[in-house]
């Protein structure tokens, strides 16, 4: 039988026997505005004048009613809704296996995509993309990796970073290549931490770029350039060390009193370490930085005269050390520096005001 009708079950059975059961309703005025097609396992619902919606109620609605759902399609709109009405919505995508791949949690307003065997990726195609691949890709998040791009394939990708006013504060802007920070009522600044710093603390930072003020700001002491040193003197050129150039222009630490070919004091001695170094070149190894301004910490031998406060210092005979300049004459063309704290005898490592003349 093709149709048949059970009381004591409730039940309803169409096509079977070679037939296709399909269930057909129709408007009034014969108009056919429900489909369900066993053949092909497809419900039609709506079209010939009608929205044709589905709407999902839990037990507990007193009305049949679009907004008294917990899902609702409509064929008007193409919207889907799931939640409210004391439900949570969410949409969970599983792989073959029954593994959650991707889930849209509405109760935490999260998208979570991946795990479980599969690299989670976020990935936006412009309209003119053929194909749907991370290449064709203008934004692309990599769960794997854990990297974000934006831009590349005709777009221009740009960060902006909007106060609660809606008023931009930071832009990242790839055409240019440049970075915007402040404006608009803020302060842009720059603040750099070293990996042991509290980077709640603004006196902690290393280096400090105030937008305000316009000033670079940094804990460390010295404006220095890299210089090649003689292999023969690498062991030797030790922070604090007084340098002095050599006929290929490399150089030795100076070994003869008020040498005019004192470069300076080589940097990071102390507790004072170069805030800038130029001339940095990676790929070069035997090269040290030489303090050309600022503050560094410098051998000194104070056995031929003491050394107080102000005094000006060149080169000694004791190799890589500094002393008094006592004879002026001499000291023309080769001092280094002025000492910023004394030492009445012997030798030591004071802090010196670099000055080369």
């Excluded at 096509?15 to 097609?37: E, F, Q, V, Y």
């Excluded at 998208?111 to 990726?121: I, K, Q, S, Y």
């Excluded at 002393?323 to 002025?338: E, I, N, S, T």
Aim: aromatic share 4%; net charge negative; with cysteine.
């Amino acid at each position: 039988m093709a149709i048949s009708i059970n009381s004591n079950t409730g039940n309803i059975s169409a096509g079977g026997d070679n037939t296709d059961g399909d269930l057909l309703l129709n408007a009034n005025d014969g108009t056919r505005r429900i489909h369900l097609d066993a053949g092909s396992g497809n419900a039609y619902l709506g079209g010939n004048g009608a929205d044709g919606d589905l709407v999902l109620m839990p037990a507990g609605a007193t009305s049949q009613s679009g907004s008294a759902g917990t899902i609702h399609m409509s064929g008007d709109s193409g919207n889907y809704r799931a939640g409210g009405n004391g439900a949570d919505g969410d949409i969970t995508l599983n792989s073959n296996s029954g593994e959650r791949r991707i889930h849209l949690d509405a109760g935490g307003g999260n998208l979570w995509l991946g795990a479980n065997g599969a690299d989670g990726d976020l990935v936006l195609l412009p309209s003119g993309a053929s194909t749907q691949s991370t290449a064709a890709a203008t934004i692309h998040m990599s769960g794997d990796s854990g990297n974000y791009r934006a831009g590349g394939n005709g777009a221009d990708g740009d960060i902006t970073l909007q106060a609660d006013n809606g008023d931009n504060r930071i832009r990242l802007d790839a055409g240019g290549g440049n970075m915007w920070i402040g404006g608009n009522g803020a302060d842009g600044d720059i603040v750099v931490f070293a990996s042991d710093g509290d980077n709640t603390t603004l006196n902690q930072a290393t280096i400090h770029i105030n937008g305000d003020a316009g000033d670079i700001i940094m804990q460390n002491a010295d404006f220095a350039e890299d210089f090649d040193v003689a292999a023969c003197a690498v062991a030797e050129a030790s922070p604090g060390t007084v340098m002095s150039l050599t006929d290929d222009g490399s150089l030795v630490p100076c070994e003869r009193g008020y040498d005019p070919r004192v470069v300076g004091v080589i940097s990071g001695a102390g507790d004072f370490k170069p805030g800038i170094v130029m001339d940095k070149r990676r790929d070069i190894e035997d090269r040290m930085p030489i303090a050309l301004v600022g503050k560094v910490y410098c051998k000194v031998d104070a056995r031929m005269a003491p050394v107080a406060v102000g005094d000006l210092l060149t080169p000694a005979d004791m190799p890589g050390h500094a002393m008094k300049a006592v004879d002026r004459d001499r000291a023309f063309g080769a001092v280094l520096g002025k000492a910023l704290a004394p030492l009445e005898q012997g030798t030591g490592l004071i802090p010196v005001l670099v000055n080369l003349q």
